[in-house]
């Protein structure tokens, strides 16, 4: 299955439990300015990081510094007002509108899917509600994945388009029985909402959210581009820097709207600590809740980050002591999630080690230099650097296509020995299967081809790709 974007917005929820030690201490003393320069700077001499770094203290910000440029090609640097795409980060507006809805008794936790979307397939109409997609436990999995999406103009991603997408997405489990991260479960969650209220998500989340906050600097849509904003850069796996001005995405409930570490902090001292946005008794009905007082109570950090290709943000808040770290970031994802955790073990009184090249980059290097073999023997090492709740067999797949669709005979043999070693390292992965049939159908081998997909169906029978494969082969 061809690679695009891992998630819009890889972005994902994290919740981790962390020590903690003097942290307010360590961050008043005079010495922490420097120790933090000097790790972030590690970043910048690889060019994997530009952008901002704000971490406050009960909300006051002690450390505030922006770094690199924002637009390359016409030289203007990165600012502390900088705006930066936030990525999934918005997916935390959706869950405070959804829960005042509920506690307003517009909204119930265990209202199905239907009573809002009745055109949806009947299974995901009548057994999904509104707290398994707040919870990703819908069984909804990513429309970014359906094909043709990606071909799609700007203009035409409406949001009842995205609803018709959704709609076409097979439910990868029964609702409520597992958990897999879901964008179209949260454009589902802005959908309802708009059918509840009358009022469009902008509207709901400007009039609750950030016009009473005075978040002045957020930009919730973005048809015409956002004044004083960052563009994404990447580089290729070849090690090419490239924007990321062709990824046409326009904001969701699920992700994608512009801000500020300034604004995004006013957001999470309010989403964690105030009364502004909801009472105990509507924040007790996130279903994290327990697990948030048990961080709060144990030193442990909860952690809220947005990534795509070129961008990448995250807020570490440290609820014991309202420490807050966020770090923005016009770079390819995870390196604000490497720098800000970085800057939090510094501050726990830890080492840190020096950033890595991104796994991507660091196998293909090696694959060129060493050979599989050595990308075989190396592969923990080699992908250090990666998202940790991405499965890994994603750095050989990403690899694995970029050759395969070089134009380039050699580079597509490599390419099916990289999907191979994929299937190796990961066998009980349907998608790695999937893949390596592609790769052998495109270098003329049909039987190892059929053979491929076949495995891949036998892990995972409602595989569409691998399906509709077989069909063309039979």
């Known amino acids: 299955m061809r690679w695009m974007v891992n998630s819009l917005i890889l972005s994902l929820m994290v919740l981790k439990l962390v020590a903690q030690t003097n942290l307010s201490e360590r961050l008043h003393d005079p010495s922490f300015p420097g120790k933090a320069q000097a790790q972030i700077q590690k970043y910048i001499d690889l060019d994997l990081f530009s952008g ?3 971490i406050a203290d009960h909300g006051v910000p002690v450390y505030h510094q922006a770094f690199g440029m924002a637009d390359r090609a016409n030289q203007i640097p990165i600012t502390t007002s900088t705006r930066f795409n936030i990525g999934s980060m918005n997916k935390a507006f959706t869950k405070v ?6 506690s307003e008794g517009v909204l119930r936790l265990e209202d199905t899917l239907g009573k809002f979307l009745p055109d949806f397939p009947a299974e995901a109409r009548t057994k999904v509600t509104v707290n398994q997609l707040l919870n990703h436990r819908s069984g909804f999995g990513d429309y970014h994945q359906l094909e043709g999406y990606w071909d799609m103009p700007w203009e035409e991603k409406t949001p009842e388009k995205l609803l018709d997408m959704a709609s076409q997405l097979p439910l990868m489990f029964e609702p409520g029985t597992d958990q897999a991260y879901s964008n179209a479960g949260y454009v589902l969650l802005g959908a309802i909402a708009e059918k509840a209220t009358g009022q469009s998500y902008f509207d709901l989340v400007h009039r609750r959210i950030t016009e009473p906050l005075g978040m002045v600097d957020t930009y919730l849509q973005h048809q015409n581009p956002v004044p004083d904003r960052a563009i994404g850069y990447l580089y290729s796996m070849r090690g090419n820097l490239e924007d990321n001005e062709y990824l046409k995405e326009p904001a969701t409930a699920a992700g994608g709207s512009y801000s500020t570490v300034a604004d995004m902090l006013t957001f999470f001292q309010a989403y964690y600590y105030g009364k502004q946005l909801w009472d105990d008794a509507t924040r007790q009905m996130d279903e994290r809740y327990s ?3 048990t961080l709060r109570s144990s030193g442990g950090a909860s952690v809220v980050a947005g990534g795509f290709e070129g961008s990448n943000t995250v807020c570490y808040a440290q609820l014991k002591d309202q420490i807050t770290i966020l770090v923005f970031a016009n770079m390819d994802e995870p390196v604000a999630e490497n720098v800000g955790l970085d800057l939090l073990n510094i501050l726990r009184g830890k080492e840190v080690k020096p950033p890595e090249l991104p796994a991507v980059r660091a196998v293909y290097r090696t694959l060129v230099d060493q050979g599989i073999d050595a990308v075989r023997d190396q592969f923990g090492e080699l992908t250090q650097n990666f998202p940790p709740d991405d499965s890994k067999d994603m750095v050989l ?54 053979k491929a997909y076949q495995r891949a169906l036998d892990i995972n029978p409602d595989l569409a790709t691998a399906v509709q494969a077989l069909k063309k082969l039979r």
């Open 397 to 450: 797949n990403q690899v694995g296509y970029n050759l395969l669709y070089s134009d380039n005979p050699a580079e597509q043999a490599t390419a099916v020995n990289v999907f191979r070693l994929n299937t190796e390292l990961f066998p009980n992965v349907a998608n790695g299967w999937d893949s390596l049939g592609e790769a052998l159908l495109k270098t003329g081998d049909r039987e190892g081809a059929r």
């Open 52 to 54: 901002v770094v704000l």
């Open 291 to 293: 697990y948030l007082q």
């Open 97 to 102: 509108v959804i829960l005042q809805l509920v």
